[in-house]
C-alpha cells in the first residue's frame, strides 16, 4: 500500500493554499511542495462569508466549488513539481477553507469548505475532509488538530518542548519530556491576523514582512490592555478561536474607545507585542520553565515577533522547525497529510486533553476516488 499523502492547507490568514506531498514509509519525508496563492477575489469572497450577510446560502455554494477547483489545482500543482503520478499517492487529506468556527455557541459549529467531490473528481485520488466536525459532535472544540501530528514528529526530546505555530492564529503544542500521555495545546489567541488585517488597512500590503512596520513604532500600553482584556484570553483551555473573535472591527472599536489617537505604525507594534504576550501567557502556564520553543507557521518569519518572544521567555530556546528537517511554511499542510493517513488507516487524529472531545474519534469523510 502506497504511503504517499498529500496535505492541503489554507488557513485563517487566507493567504494561500500549501500542497505537501509526504512519504510516510520511513517516518516522514517532504516529497514535494507546492502554493497556490489566493486570489484577491477568492480573498474577499472567504472574508465576506466569514461575516453573516445576504445571500450566504448561494455565496457559499459557489466559493464552496471554486475552492474545490484550487485545492485540486494545489493539488496537481504538488504533484506535478515533485514529478509524481495521482496513481502513487493513497489520499489526499484536505483541510479546507474556515468560513465559520464557533466552539461556543449554542450550538456550535465549524464549518470548511472547498468541495472535495470535486477534488477527488479532478486528481483522481481518493480524498479525506471534514476533520473537525466530529470531533466537535463529540463535545470538542474542532481544534486545535494538529498537535497529534506535532507530537509525533517532535515529541520524545530529552528537554521539554513547545511546538508554537504562528499562523493567522497562534497555537501551541506542549510536550513535556518523559511523558508522551501529557500533550497539551490549544489556540494563544492572535498571531497574524490582526497584523495582517491592520497592515492591510493602513499600508494596503497584505503582511508586514519581517515586522519592520511594528519595529518602526512604539507599543500604546493603554491599547495594549484593552486588548488583553478580551475575554478569550481568561478562558481556560480547551480553546480555540478565529476571525469570528478577533477581526479588524474589533480591534477598530478598542482604539475608538481609547478617545484619543494612536499612530498606524504604534497600532502595529501593539498588535505584535499582542501576539507575543498571549503566547507568552499561554507558554507560562503550563507550568514549564524551560525548554525548546519550536517556531513554525509564516509568523516564523517575523524578525520583530520572534526577537520579541525570545525576549519574554528567556528558558526557552527558540527554533525553527526547519532545523527539525521541516520547513516552518509546510508543517501544518503535512499535519493534513498525516490526518488523511491516520482516517485511512482506521485511527483517530484528535487528542481529547487538546479538543476537549470525550473521546479520541476517527476524523474525517473519505470521497473515493
Ligand atoms: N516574511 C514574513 N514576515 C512577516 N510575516 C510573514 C512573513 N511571511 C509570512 N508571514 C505571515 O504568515 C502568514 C501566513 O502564515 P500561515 O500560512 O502559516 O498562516 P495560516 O494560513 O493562517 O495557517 P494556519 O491557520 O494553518 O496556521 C501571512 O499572512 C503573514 O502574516
Ligand atoms: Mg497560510
Known amino acids: 500500500m502506497s504511503e504517499l499523502y498529500i496535505g492541503l492547507m489554507s488557513g485563517t490568514s487566507m493567504d494561500a493554499i500549501d500542497a505537501v506531498l509526504v512519504d510516510f514509509s520511513q517516518g516522514i519525508q517532504l516529497l514535494g511542495t507546492h502554493s497556490v496563492p489566493l486570489t484577491d477575489d477568492l480573498r474577499q469572497r472567504v472574508a465576506g462569508l466569514c461575516v453573516s450577510g445576504p445571500d450566504e446560502v448561494e455565496r457559499m455554494g459557489r466559493l464552496d466549488s471554486d475552492l474545490g477547483e484550487h485545492f485540486a489545482k494545489a493539488a496537481l500543482g504538488v504533484l506535478a513539481a515533485s514529478e509524481h503520478h495521482p496513481s502513487q499517492v493513497h489520499a489526499i487529506g484536505s483541510h479546507g477553507q474556515t468560513?465559520?468556527?464557533?466552539?461556543?455557541?449554542?450550538?456550535?459549529?465549524?464549518?470548511?469548505?472547498?468541495?472535495?467531490?470535486?477534488?477527488?473528481?479532478?486528481?483522481?485520488?481518493?480524498?479525506?475532509?471534514?476533520?473537525?466536525?466530529?470531533?466537535?459532535?463529540?463535545?470538542?472544540?474542532?481544534?486545535?488538530?494538529v498537535p497529534a501530528f506535532h507530537a509525533g514528529l517532535f515529541g520524545g526530546s530529552p528537554g521539554h518542548r513547545i511546538v508554537l505555530n504562528l499562523g493567522g492564529i497562534a497555537n501551541i503544542t506542549v510536550l513535556p519530556a518523559g511523558q508522551p500521555d501529557a500533550v497539551r495545546g490549544h489556540d494563544t489567541g492572535p498571531a497574524n491576523i490582526l497584523m495582517d488585517a491592520w497592515c492591510q488597512a493602513r499600508q494596503g500590503l497584505s503582511y508586514d514582512a519581517g515586522g519592520q512596520w511594528a519595529a518602526s513604532g512604539d507599543i500604546a500600553p493603554e491599547l495594549l490592555q484593552r486588548l488583553l482584556a478580551h475575554p478569550y484570553f481568561a478562558r481556560p483551555s480547551p480553546k480555540s478561536t478565529g476571525r469570528e473573535e478577533f477581526n479588524l472591527a474589533w480591534l477598530q472599536g478598542e482604539i475608538l474607545s481609547l478617545g484619543r489617537p494612536v499612530s498606524d505604525a504604534d497600532v502595529q507594534a501593539t498588535l505584535l507585542e499582542l501576539t507575543a504576550q498571549s503566547v507568552m501567557a499561554g507558554i507560562l502556564d503550563t507550568g514549564l520553565d524551560k525548554g525548546e520553543l519550536l517556531?513554525?507557521?509564516g509568523g516564523a518569519f517575523n524578525l520583530c515577533l520572534w526577537n520579541r518572544l525570545q525576549a519574554l521567555l528567556p528558558g526557552w530556546t527558540l527554533r525553527s522547525t526547519a532545523e527539525l528537517g521541516l520547513a516552518p511554511t509546510w508543517v501544518e499542510a503535512a499535519a493534513f497529510a498525516w490526518l488523511a493517513r491516520q482516517t485511512m488507516l482506521g485511527l483517530p487524529g484528535n487528542l481529547p486533553a487538546v479538543t476537549g472531545a470525550r473521546e479520541s474519534r476517527i476524523l474525517g469523510a473519505i470521497y473515493r476516488a
Open 99 to 145: 468560513i465559520r468556527h464557533r466552539p461556543q455557541a449554542p450550538p456550535p459549529f465549524t464549518l470548511q469548505i472547498a468541495d472535495p467531490n470535486i477534488i477527488a473528481e479532478r486528481t483522481g485520488i481518493t480524498v479525506v475532509a471534514d476533520f473537525r466536525r466530529r470531533d466537535m459532535a463529540a463535545g470538542g472544540q474542532g481544534a486545535p488538530l
Open 295 to 297: 517556531v513554525c507557521g
